[in-house]
C-alpha cells in the first residue's frame, strides 16, 4: 500500500520561500506512469493543481503558478519536494502531495494522497 | 486550460434518494482523462471514478459516472449517510490538471 507524508514548516513569512517535502513509502518512486504531484486548498476553498514531477525530471505546472514553482525529486530517499518563492497570504492552504496514475490506458487520476498540511503565511 | 464548472454548488437530498451532479467543460475532454473525486471535512480527497465511468477501488456500485464532450454527470443512486461530502470533478489535457470547484452534497 502505497503511502505519502508532507513534511516542512507550517508558517513562512511573507516574501519568503515555502519548501514542503513528500515522503513516499510502499512503492517505489521510480515506477513508470506516475507523476508525483502537489495540490492545495485554501480554507473552505476548492482544489488548485500546483504541478507534478515524473522521477525523470520532468515536470508541469499550473499556469497560474508556473514562474513561482520548483519541484524535484529525490529517488535514493524517495522523496519529491516543493519549492514556492515570495509567498503571500493567498498562498495559506493546506498543502497536498499525491500520485497521478497516467499508467494505462486511462488515466486514473490521484489514487494515492497524503494527509496534507497547513502551511500559513504570515509575519 | 480546460475549465470545470460543477452545479450545483450545494444539493440537498435526503438518504436514500438520488443525487446528481453535473460537471461542464469548457472545451472538449476525454473519455480516458475525467475522474471524481470525494471529499469529507478534515480528510484528503479521495479517488471515486475515472475514465468517466469506471469505479476506483472499493468504491460501491451505487455510484456511477456518465457523460461525453463538455458535459458529464455523477450520480449516487441511494444516498447513505457517508455518502454526504464535497465531490470535485478534475481532467487531464496536453499534461495540465483542472478541477471543478466542487459541489457540496448535503442532508436534507
Known amino acids: 500500500q502505497v503511502q505519502l507524508q508532507e513534511s516542512g514548516p507550517g508558517l513562512v513569512k511573507p516574501s519568503q520561500t515555502l519548501s514542503l517535502t513528500c515522503t513516499v513509502s510502499g512503492g517505489s518512486i521510480n515506477s513508470g506512469g506516475y507523476y508525483w504531484s502537489w495540490i492545495r486548498q485554501s480554507s473552505g476553498e476548492g482544489l488548485e493543481w500546483i504541478g507534478y514531477i515524473h522521477n525523470s525530471g520532468r515536470t508541469y505546472n499550473s499556469p497560474s503558478l508556473k514562474s513561482r514553482v520548483t519541484l524535484s525529486v529525490d529517488t535514493s530517499k524517495n522523496q519529491f519536494s516543493l519549492k514556492l518563492y515570495s509567498v503571500s497570504a493567498a498562498d495559506t492552504a493546506v498543502y497536498y502531495c499525491a500520485r497521478y496514475d497516467s499508467s494505462g490506458y486511462y488515466y486514473v487520476g490521484f489514487d494515492y494522497w497524503g494527509p496534507g498540511t497547513l502551511v500559513t503565511v504570515s509575519s | 486550460e480546460i475549465v470545470l464548472t460543477q452545479s450545483p454548488g450545494t444539493l440537498s437530498v435526503s438518504p436514500g434518494e438520488r443525487a446528481t451532479l453535473s460537471c461542464r467543460a469548457s472545451q472538449s475532454v476525454s473519455n480516458t482523462y475525467l475522474t471524481w473525486y470525494q471529499q469529507k471535512a478534515g480528510q484528503a480527497p479521495r479517488l471515486l471514478m475515472y475514465g468517466i465511468s469506471i469505479r476506483a477501488t472499493g468504491i460501491p456500485g451505487r455510484f456511477s459516472g456518465s457523460g461525453s464532450g463538455t458535459d458529464f454527470t455523477l450520480t449516487i443512486s441511494r444516498l447513505e449517510p457517508e455518502d454526504y461530502a464535497v465531490y470535485y470533478c478534475?481532467?487531464?489535457?496536453?499534461?495540465?490538471?483542472?478541477f471543478g470547484q466542487g459541489t457540496r452534497l448535503e442532508m436534507k
Open positions: 478534475q481532467q487531464y489535457d496536453r499534461s495540465l490538471i483542472t
